[in-house]
């Protein structure tokens, strides 16, 4: 059995101002306030969550 493969995503930057989509993004990978760290699962859907917030968060795999 194959073990899952995991990405510590970590909020550097502020939400506030940003656009409703990118908001939507970080509420989606778990991240609500700054300076949190969530770990997610190494999938192409939340990979495609970081890459268009990727100026926001600082983020490596676990």
Known sequence: MA???S???TLVRS???RGRK???CAH???LR???RTVIVDDTPENRGMINKISYMLKF???
């Open 60 to 62: 490596e795999d676990a």
């Open 28 to 30: 989606g990978l778990g």
């Open 7 to 9: 990405v510590k995503v």
């Open 33 to 35: 306030k700054m300076h």
């Open 3 to 5: 073990t899952k493969k």
């Open 15 to 17: 939400l506030s101002g």
């Open 22 to 24: 990118h908001i939507a």
